[in-house]
């Protein structure tokens, strides 16, 4: 047996998510299925470095497999591609060692935010970017950021209630602000995300820029570490899962 790492994409647009769900059509049912398909309907798992919620993009994640099958890598794409449908891709698959591991071997992950900052809707932009047509003070969104980057924070108010894991702390390394006319990317860098942070975090930072809030907030929000003093969550299409990291990040 050789296991794979892999690249994905995908437009989570009609995806319940990346998880296997009864019923419900889901990225890893997708891979899976087709990966049995080129094993002769035996069963191949398929893991990845994390979740992702329903409505959520990918450009950038990673997932690994086991396989007896001696397909050269760039056979794999090409194979894989030509069963998959449109709205996921393979972009790089490459043999890595049997004690590789998607999820655990992560030191950090990207995640991007795309926000439509225009009072006209965009059709081609409606399903990859949350409108907010409001005034925002972008200064002021960035001095909140500051508040939580930096250095591990218990980050148990931006995250989801339902979440399972138990060690909250996590450290963000940046949020950077790209602007580009009226198109405005968070990008968020860290070691890792819990379940809806960004989108937490997204939501808050969207109640300082409109005045809701004040930048110093965030410090009193960390510290209530109470889901229901934060802001709220950002729709799913916005989001991206930008890249993986397996080794050094920032």
């Keep these: 047996m050789q296991r794979y790492k892999a690249i994905i994409a995908y437009d989570g647009t009609d995806f319940f998510g990346y998880q296997v769900q009864p019923n419900k059509r889901t990225v890893q049912a997708e891979l899976e299925a087709v990966l049995a398909k080129m094993h002769k309907g035996r069963e191949v798992k398929v893991s990845a470095s994390g979740r992702t919620d329903a409505g959520v993009h990918a450009k950038g994640q990673v997932i690994h497999f086991d396989s007896p099958l001696l397909i050269p890598d760039d056979k794999w794409v090409v194979a894989l591609n030509s069963l998959l449908p449109d709205d996921l891709s393979i972009l790089h698959v490459e043999k890595v060692s049997p004690s590789f591991h998607a999820r655990y071997d992560a030191v950090g992950k990207e995640y991007r935010y ?26 002021a969104m960035r001095q909140a950021s500051q508040y939580v980057v930096g250095q591990p924070l218990d980050f148990t108010s931006f995250c989801s209630a339902k979440t399972e894991v138990v060690d909250k702390v996590r450290t963000i390394e940046t949020i950077d602000f790209l602007l580009d006319d009226d198109l405005l990317t968070l990008r968020f860098v860290g070691n890792g995300f819990l379940y809806n942070m960004v989108r937490i975090l997204v939501g808050t930072l969207l109640e300082v820029g409109s005045g809701e809030r004040s930048p110093e907030d965030m410090t009193a929000i960390l510290a209530k570490k109470d889901r229901r003093f934060a802001g709220k969550t950002a729709p799913p299409q916005g989001l991206f899962l930008w890249k993986v990291f397996y080794e050094k990040y920032g």
């Design 114 to 139: 795309r926000l439509l900052l225009s009072k006209k809707r965009d059709p081609f932009e409606r399903k990859f970017s949350y409108r907010y047509p409001y005034a925002l003070d972008l200064a």
